[in-house]
């Protein structure tokens, strides 16, 4: 173990957080690492829907998207008259941005884990655009895993690749990120939202790409315009105090201590502390995730 991390690693053992891998960097150096067991490619969750954020910004940079690029514009196909009295009511009205920064317009988001592992449906884009909203989107926050599948299949629609194969020569590649899984719709439209397969150090890569602004051993991958667009907060989150009510930029979370982070459930973290010049890369098997978050906070964030 890293004697760095020696006040971290007390404060999860002592609190009972199963975090399984930590590694940190600062000014592009390892600062301090710590394994449970073996650093292992594990399924990211929701750290994948900011992987996603990278291709659209590619694409848009490559002129096949824009912000107010609306669903029925890449799907008219699917465009269904629903009961609504406003036509903003209707899916196919969602413009990238809105399911960029999360404000579909659902109350009940479609597409979580539970309804995707059950839905008959095969295709999930015309189940999504079937459904009417509750509200205008670019209103109000709500988190939505399947904002993101929608913002993949976009992507795929627009570039005639899947998300993972637009993003293997242009970021995973140079990142040295090799083989990656990346979870599929039964049409084979890559998942977006969740079910990225990598460790914690390749993570951290990621992290480092992101704190260099899209730039990787001298070569600008992602556009800088777009990394502090997205990184930057663009809508309230309303979520309390903790890090979850800090507010939402496009597929990332604010955070406190004016940082930003990819993460996933039980406990994937990708922290970006430009102040510090730091990344923070964690994988945890852990409900508790603000607590996690409080730890760093405590234990690894005055030691930077």
């Not at 930003?260 to 502390?273: L, M």
């Not at 510090?276 to 906070?297: F, H, P, R, T, Y």
Request: charged share 20%.
């Amino acid at each position: 173990m890293s004697d760095k991390l020696h006040g971290f690693v007390n404060r999860i053992t002592k609190q009972g957080l199963n975090v399984l891998s930590v590694r940190v960097l600062q000014q592009g150096n390892v600062f301090g690492t710590w394994n449970l067991t073996t650093d292992v490619r594990r399924v990211q969750h929701s750290i994948s829907k900011s992987f996603t954020c990278m291709a659209v910004g590619l694409a848009i940079s490559e002129g096949k998207l824009s912000l107010n690029t609306k669903i029925k514009d890449v799907f008219p196909q699917y465009v269904q008259v629903v009961q609504a009295d406003d036509s903003s009511l209707q899916a196919g009205e969602i413009t990238l941005y809105n399911l960029l920064r999360m404000s579909s317009g659902h109350d009940s988001p479609p597409l979580w884990a539970e309804e995707r592992a059950s839905l008959e449906e095969k295709d999930w884009v015309k189940y999504y655009m079937s459904l009417p909203l509750d509200r205008p989107s670019g209103e109000t926050f709500t988190y939505s895993s399947g904002d993101t599948f929608i913002i993949s299949a976009i992507v795929q629609a627009c570039t005639g690749q899947t998300v993972k194969d637009y993003l293997t020569t242009r970021l995973f590649d140079p990142l040295g990120i090799e083989f990656v899984e990346w979870e599929t719709s039964p049409l084979g439209v890559t998942l977006g939202c969740a079910g990225l397969v990598i460790s914690t150090e390749e993570l951290s890569r990621f992290g480092q790409f992101l704190l260099q602004k899209g730039q990787w051993k001298g070569q600008q991958l992602v556009p800088e315009e777009w990394i502090e667009f997205t990184t930057n907060k663009q809508i309230e989150t309303n979520q309390g105090n903790g890090d979850w009510g800090q507010g939402y930029g496009c597929q990332f979370w604010m955070c406190k201590h004016e940082s930003y982070r990819a993460d996933g459930a039980y406990g994937q973290f990708c922290v970006i502390i430009p102040e510090k010049e730091a990344v923070i890369a964690i994988n945890s098997e852990e409900d508790n995730m603000q607590g996690i978050l409080d730890a760093v906070w405590s234990e690894i964030l005055p030691i930077l």
